[in-house]
């Protein structure tokens, strides 16, 4: 990681870009009505990722929630709270959605468990990716870690994660593909609920498998210059989402 915009930061805090023009995203974990997350899935699929693409909405993939047979979670990302804004009046207010909403809607059984947060460091954010080229080729696991802290991250667990945590995850096998933090800027599109107000830290891995990602957490919780201090920033145990790829998702 560079360490443009690190310096002179007395807090231990790292510095993230200006609001207008630091992109966001949504976090968006759905309850399905049950037994159909497979049909919420081929409806996305075939209407939701195109046609919000289309306005400038990048769909940065769509999961089956591996502990949960009824959630669906899947993440978006705008280029800023602006374009957020202008997007979803768009997509919303439009006549795709208009045409496919009561199908969608037919299918949830709550939509509003809904984070908005925004890169941690510059060099956070998830990085430009094609499209997988083999509709349903093979997808790794993606394992999304929500951190509930005591304090505001900015309050030193930005800074431990990014000094002393990422190093040891990344030497234990799981690559940090983007780490977020809340948006506190006024959610500017409040049809849709989100969640603004709570301390958390969400940061993103790929991995083989369960196995896997478990060797490797237990690894790092292990360390004694990890887990203890790890403990001490966490107001309660994180929420692990492993998430499996559907077979659209750019994310895999």
Known sequence: MTMTGLAALGSGAIAAGPPETQPVIEVRQYKIVKGRRDAMIALFEREFIDSQEALGIRIIGQFRDLDDPDRFTWVREFTSMTARATALNAFYFGPHWQAHRDEANALLDDNDNVLLLHPAAPDLGFGPQARSAVAGGPGELVVATIHYLWKDADEGF???????????????????????????????????????????????????????????????????????????????????????????????
């Open 158 to 252: 930005a800074r431990f994660f990014h000094d002393r945590m990422r190093p040891a995850l990344i030497a234990a096998g799981l690559p940090i593909l983007s780490a977020y933090v809340p948006e506190r800027a006024p959610n500017n599109f409040p049809r849709l609920p989100v969640r603004q107000s709570e301390k958390l830290f969400v940061w993103f891995t790929r991995v083989a498998d369960s196995a896997a990602y478990h060797r490797a957490m237990t690894a790092v919780r292990a360390d004694a210059t990890i887990g203890p201090a790890l403990a001490d920033y966490e107001e309660r145990a994180p929420q692990i989402l492993r998430l499996a790829p559907t077979p659209r998702s750019a994310l895999r």
